[in-house]
């Protein structure tokens, strides 16, 4: 018959045993509250915000209830027609709020939204004809803080949406500098100018 030699095991190796699985353990659980933590803070610093079609009587009027004012670039690009806005951070809009916009109206065919990059965030806004941005604007309520981002679209013609997408790359998409007086008479030769366009059609 086999002899089988009994192992001896130290109070000292249990010990070791036991305090390594204990370490495991606490190292898994300070891990896992970390993580969560950076969760929330993430979560924090990227509030969600919700887009929506404002009230108003002339034009289609789109807000985005931002608490901040971010830069932003804006495009005006066809087949298909769209305006495309690039915000410099990441920002975060609400599936649903999308979802509840993507409804047909006369002007907007399709809302989307995305991230191109990893530092920047893209709306898009696909068109039915021809459209330009008629209004755009931070508004603020009467403590001077920012309740949210409005900009109105106004139908156009195949020239005025030309012009207006030459007008905007000349400026870098920066569309909240067309609002300074240094821009303005700029902007105004260009709208002269459809509408000296326009008429000669229609004459």
Known sequence: MKKY???????????????????LFFTIII????????????????????????????????????DKQYDVDLKLL???YRIVLNFDKIIKISKYSINEMNVKTDLIKQIRFGYPTRSLSRLVIELDQPAIISEFFYKKDINNKIINLQMGITSASEASFSIAKHVLSQNNGNILNLNENDNKKKLLDYENKINLYENKINT
């Open 5 to 23: 030699e009994m192992i001896k095991i130290s109070k000292t190796s249990i010990h070791l045993t036991f305090f390594f699985n204990f370490f």
């Open 31 to 66: 891990a896992n509250n970390k993580s969560e933590a950076n969760e929330l803070i993430r979560n924090k610093q990227h509030s969600i915000y919700d887009i929506v079609f404002c009230k108003s009587k002339k034009l289609t009027s789109i807000c985005i209830n931002f």
């Open 78 to 80: 066809n087949e298909p």
